[in-house]
């Protein structure tokens, strides 16, 4: 069968590392064209295919960053460096560089939301996307949940962190809160040039998104993530339909604006 | 292009003929098999001859199967190999169907043809081997709302049959077919019905106000609604499946990825992984299909995606009526106006 979109590459595992207690990144080779915030669809034959965000990326590798909850993803934990991967991508609209061109970048992700941002990040932080200015709001439940924990330390030199866990803990000295409050204290500066990126779970986006509209961000100017059930990646399937938006082809990243529109 | 009339004999001789290039696939009676005691199904199926076609009602099941069989394995696993397996039978086939679902064919095309910018490989070459023959709807069926969908008519076919007792009519368009059918020539042109017993009113504009996606009318359906699926499996529109991998349990290295008929409103139709879904209550669903069939499917195709076969209240065993419900939308959207 020729240009079978369904036929997945084989693609090497030349790392896999724990990140949490239930998260872990798995590193494969492969040279892909990858824009941030694009996701591939990831499998085991004989196991089973499920949608998963590049969290990281390169001339020659692919990162996903996964949390072992489900059948195909606790077995993938298992592997080892030197297996195959089977992946087929990227897929979906990522994060396009010309709306953070010259602007200052908000970035606000919770939890495992960090994993698609990330490359975002990674560009932003390279001078690769040419942004003005970077700010990261990233939220995570505990402090045993935070994930690339070296590298926002990394970030922390370089732009501007504000790493916060949900409820004190015992040892703790950073920000506490859920990120809708750390939103609230920010001051800007030029509402006019901000473009704000928020990932993470469902009632995060809702409530992050709505802090920004109250400080008087436009719905334009915020860009979403969205995560859904798929079962084939390229607009055939209907698992992640909302109203006439396939996530798979027409996102997952949306402008708000759409994004606000769209009702499960 | 030409039109003939044919007896029974002239018909199935020509079938037989037939039948050594192409397979036949269409409505088929089960005796028995009814879901009430003492009553028949008619299904839609491969048939052994042209005497198994059941020309006279309306099937149970749409004809979407003949292109995608509600289970298909995509890939066949030997450890790390993944083979897509040959087509079961190379022949084409001559699907018998009425005007509704050849329209109900090109819904499905633009999904699995256009949807994403990538053809479906599996359903393509499927539907490269297919050929309409439109049998004649003399009148209208129960529950059908063909005309309120303007899929009443349809002119994409290779062959329309009006079936009679002892004769035939059949026009051909598909110039290959003529020389398998002969008899007394004709000017017999199919016949479309005009009106339903059913009637619908799709709503007024093409905008759906925010408040209809959280309106009472939709709850009624949380407890009417059982999530069987027996509405989407039985739509020749509905086009959601989930894939699935299996291993064989005497032989755990080889195994097949396949994928499956799913609904939307069916349980887990949107769980992921970690617990999280969306539309727990089977109104959301409700809502959920209703837009999808008469709303939002022709915001991204232009054209409603719904057919009227009427399928979906046939086989609902709680006796919902998909076509009271658009009516219903209809009217509560009408009401929302009136108030502004």
Redesign the interface.
Known sequence: MKNNPYRPVAARISSISMETPIEFTIRVQGQFAITPGQFFQVSLPRIGEAPISVSSYGKDFVEFTIRAVGRLTNILQELKAGQNLFIRGPYGQGFARENFQDRDLLIVAGGSGLAPVRPLIQQAINGKLDNRSLKLIVGFKNSAGILFSSQIEEWQKMCDVCLTIDQPESGWNGNTGLVTEHIRKLEIADMKNLQAVVVGPGPMMKFSTAELRLLGLPEQQIWVSFERLMSCGIGKCGHCKIDSTYVCVDGPVFNFSQAATLID | MKSLKLNRKEFTDAFARLGEKYRLFGPKRLAGRGRFSDTDLITCDFLNSIEELESEEKSYLSPKAVVFPPDET??V?N??E?K?PEMEDERETIVFLRPCDINGFARLDR??LE????P???YK?RRDRIHFFMIECRSSFENCFCVAMNSNIAQNYAAAVRFGDNELLLKINDESFGSYFSGEKTDFEPKFVSEDAVSVELPPDQTMP?EI?SHAMWQEYDQRCIACGRCNTSCVTC?????????YPDS????E?R?VW?G?HLDG????????S??KNKG?RMR?KT??KIY??R??FGFDMCVGCGRCDDVCPEYISFSSCINRLTSTLKGMKNEE
């Open positions: 995509t890939f696993f450890r790390d993944f897509e999904m699995f949807n994403g910018g990538q479906d490989p599996y070459r925010a996606f086009t959601c499946f989930s894939t699935i991998d299996i291993h755990r290295g080889c195994g990825r994928r799913d939307c139709f949107t769980n992921m992984a970690g617990g999280h969306f539309r959301e959920f837009l999808h939002d499917f915001k991204r």
